[in-house]
């Protein structure tokens, strides 16, 4: 794999896309909505639905 030109590049493009995707998630998760959170959280114990 070393002799093929440009090579290094993939292994850096691999850890970028899997940092920011992680760094995004997180800033999702800490700015989304508690209450939707909470409200979501309850759907599996919600009977009212059947």
Known sequence: MET???VAIY???SLLIFF???V???IWVAFY???KINELSQIPF???NI
């Open 20 to 22: 920011f995707f992680f």
């Open 24 to 26: 995004g998630l997180g």
């Open 46 to 48: 919600n009977d009212n």
């Open 4 to 6: 093929i030109a440009g």
């Open 33 to 35: 909505k508690k209450e």
């Open 11 to 13: 292994p850096i493009l």
